[in-house]
């Protein structure tokens, strides 16, 4: 220590060494930048290399999601640790863990637990058919918190509740199955809009009729569970959900009959609305709140099963299975990976069951978010989410309010809470 400093020799340090590293919002993944300007990402383990109990590992992940829920922050390297095993455990006990909360703050983390919940069924082959579920379920609440925003009471500065909440209690109260009967206890007058938004909104329209339609025509044969939809049959707040749209979309439709969604029906007399409302109104009552949920009367069954000769029934266009690198870091294995080039990974374990949900090549494809077809080489161009796979338009194609208003909520992030990645113009 007694020499000056510019004396000393210089000691050779490593080849390759860190020159600046962050650690993810939980500390479960590092990411470091090295003198050569590559960046790594290193995944670190919650009990720091010893090994726990798995209901110890369990608990301590279920803490950190929960943390991440409350707190708004991403939940990606806590991905980095659930097994496959782990995720039905994981996904029941944050289920309980959030019906334990006030009703108020429920409501405020509704969609963040089914985004949680939809990628952590991701990670296993078991519970793959529930990602599409989940996002439908996102996708339907936005739907429908967009188009009651859109009511607007008669008479303005009313003490009153507002025309969706209206909408709500009423829905919940009129177990009629007769349509137009529940559509008459309805102030019509707070639901009239302008012709051009009504048209804008044909095609979120659509994709609520075509829903409705699928899941009746899936009804018997709801004792396969790896069929996109199971979930739905015993939801009776997404059934109520898709009831009151169907009630606010006959509404529109006698103001503009262009906007209601287009069937292809057997009859040219058949009110399909009508039919479909009576039917999903039915099996809402077998599974609403107020009491146990009730096995779906044979009646019931018996129509749903006639569905396919009256009406052809939509192939809806569902999410690719597994289309992130979370999934396939689970053995974990280092990957190479290079800025500006898609991965050329080995296929996962999670897509093999689900055959006839993987996107075939040369496929049109469609617009998730504003349900716009893009034929199979758009010409456009796209995003795609890096969590869920979600493709959407970059640019707006309509100018109107309501579409505006629509596509403001999806300018940061996916449906699902992911991030956005530029696609080429030849979208794969």
Not at 125 to 146: Q, R
Not at 336 to 364: E, N, V
Request: hydrophobic content about 40%; overall charge positive; proline content about 7%.
């Amino acid at each position: 220590m007694d020499e000056p400093a510019i004396k000393r020799p210089r000691t050779t340090g490593p080849a390759v060494h860190f020159k600046a590293m962050q650690l993810s919002w939980t500390s479960l993944a590092l990411v470091g930048i090295d003198n050569h300007g590559k960046l790594s990402m290193l995944r670190i383990s919650p009990s720091m290399g010893h090994t726990l109990d798995v209901n110890l590992a369990l608990r301590h992940l279920l803490f950190l999601l929960e943390y991440c829920m409350v707190t708004g922050y991403d939940w990606w390297d806590i991905l980095l640790h659930v097994q496959p095993t782990m995720v039905q455990s994981l996904v029941e006990r944050l289920h309980e863990e959030y019906t334990r909360q006030k009703a108020a703050l429920q409501q405020v983390l509704s969609t963040r637990i089914l985004a949680m919940k939809a990628s952590l069924c991701k990670l296993s082959p078991c519970t793959v058919t529930l990602v599409c579920d989940y996002h439908a379920k996102l996708f339907l609440i936005a739907i429908s918190s967009t188009l009651k925003s859109l009511l607007r009471p008669h008479i303005l500065n009313t003490p009153d509740k507002s025309p969706g909440d209206r909408l709500t209690e009423i829905c919940a109260k009129i177990t009629d199955v007769d349509i137009d009967k529940v559509m008459i206890n309805l102030k019509t007058e707070e639901f009239v809009l302008d012709m051009n938004t009504l048209q804008a909104l044909q095609q979120l329209l659509q994709w609520v009729g075509d829903f409705v339609l699928y899941l009746l025509a899936s009804l018997p044969n709801q004792g396969a569970p790896l069929r996109p939809g199971h979930s739905f049959l015993r939801d009776g707040t997404s059934l109520g959900m898709l009831r009151e749209l169907m009630v606010v979309i006959r509404i529109w439709g006698l103001l503009k009959p262009s906007c209601l969604p287009v069937y292809t029906a057997t009859s040219d007399t058949q009110d399909s609305m009508s039919l479909l409302f009576r039917l999903l109104t039915k099996l809402w009552i077998c599974c609403r709140d107020e009491g146990p949920t009730s096995e779906p009367d044979e009646a019931l069954v018996d129509e749903c099963c006639l569905l396919p000769s009256q009406l052809l029934i939509p192939s809806l266009d569902w999410l690719p299975i597994s289309d992130g690198l979370v999934s396939r870091l689970q053995p974990k294995q280092p990957l190479r990976l290079h800025f500006g080039k898609a991965p050329t990974l080995p296929s996962s374990t999670t897509t093999l069951q689900m055959d006839g949900l993987i996107r075939a090549t040369g496929q049109p494809k469609i617009d998730h978010l504003r349900r716009l077809h893009l034929g199979a080489h758009p010409t456009e161009e796209c995003k795609a989410c890096t969590r869920c796979g979600c493709v959407t338009m970059l640019k707006s194609p309509n100018k109107t309010t309501a579409v505006k208003q629509w596509e403001q909520r999806w300018i940061k992030n996916c449906l699902c809470g992911g991030l956005w990645r530029r696609m080429p113009l030849s979208c794969p």
